[in-house]
């Protein structure tokens, strides 16, 4: 009985959200197996069940290991927290005067005129993500924390399929970029890092900045060009790296497309340019962004194709935490 009833509170625990709901259930079938082998020929099949229950927890477990990419994400976040900026002002008409009519009116009805500068934000994701065109959709869960002063960016993600679990880390920190991922986060599967990520990233940051915390133009190295009624070319310089991409608004001003050809460089299969395009425009946090956006590669020979698929579940600017 106790053993089963440390089982539900483990899976409650689980189902709330709780992050410490894997000991009750190492707990539950440690004791579990201990009734086990006292019955061991009426009850030994009960081992099987409490194996495939420690799959789970024995990940869990693991994932509070100081060398984790949740451990890791956590002490980065923290530092990078804490470094000394200077106490936002609110964004004026003036500050938007000097950029090109489709970047002041974006702004505007993003909502930022009034509220202060941002120098972070925090982003949670659902998301669906596959390796190639042709592969089946995992379901995914991504954390993120994007700085901009200076700029940098920590995400997080897990992903599931056939019921493994992969663990990935992006992480953009003092001008060097590094892309992990792990199996069941024990295993190592892909590890990058070096001028080319950084230069992929960068273009990743430019990005972010224009789809989450478009004010944060007011404050980087950003140069504006207008290249039609509803297009304009962004170029952003960072770590000693300079990327540009193909900006598309909608007759009303919100930016709904982003094109680069600066992001394939680490890709696998060569050279492609890189899309995200925007919908869904809702408020939150008291500013208006596009809250789904898909991930798209566009070959060579003009076949577009979508590796994946993003709906921001919570936003927040200039966080402590």
Do not use: C
């Amino acid at each position: 009985m106790v053993a089963a009833v440390l089982l539900v509170a483990s899976a409650t625990m689980l189902a709330t959200g709780a992050h410490r709901w894997w000991w009750l259930g190492l707990v539950a079938v440690t004791l579990s197996q201990l009734l086990i082998t006292q019955s061991w020929s009426d009850a030994k099949f009960g081992t099987l069940a409490n194996l495939i229950i420690m799959v789970p927890l024995v990940i869990a477990a693991a994932d509070m290991r100081p060398g984790s990419f949740r451990a890791q994400f956590s002490r980065n976040r923290d530092r990078l927290l804490v470094r000394p900026t200077v106490p936002p002002t609110l964004v004026t008409e003036a500050d938007l005067a000097a950029l090109p009519p489709l970047m002041q009116t974006y702004l505007r009805r993003s909502g930022v005129v009034g509220r202060p500068h941002v120098r972070n934000v925090h982003v949670r994701f659902a998301a669906q993500m596959r390796s190639s065109a042709t592969s089946p959709w995992m379901t995914s869960t991504a954390n993120e924390y994007a700085f901009f002063n200076p700029p940098g960016r920590l995400f997080a993600m897990r992903a599931s399929r056939a019921g493994i679990p992969f663990d990935v880390l992006h992480e953009y920190i003092d001008s060097a970029a590094t892309f992990r991922v792990r199996i069941a986060g024990l295993f190592p599967m892909v590890n990058m890092s070096g001028p080319v990520m950084t230069n992929d990233e960068t273009v990743t940051v430019m990005n972010d900045i224009l789809v989450f915390a478009p004010a944060a133009v007011l404050d980087l190295p950003f140069i504006f060009e207008s290249t039609g009624d509803h297009t304009m070319r962004a170029t952003f310089r960072n770590a000693g790296f300079a990327v540009s991409a193909a900006l598309t608004f909608d007759a009303a001003g919100d930016l709904v497309g982003f094109r680069s050809s600066d992001r394939s460089h680490g890709r696998e299969g060569g050279p492609a340019d890189w899309s995200t395009p925007l919908s869904a425009y809702r408020e939150i946090d008291g500013i208006r962004v596009g809250t789904r956006g898909d991930a798209n590669w566009i070959e060579p020979d003009g076949r577009e194709w979508t590796y994946g698929r993003f709906e921001i579940v919570a936003i927040a600017y200039n966080v402590r935490q």
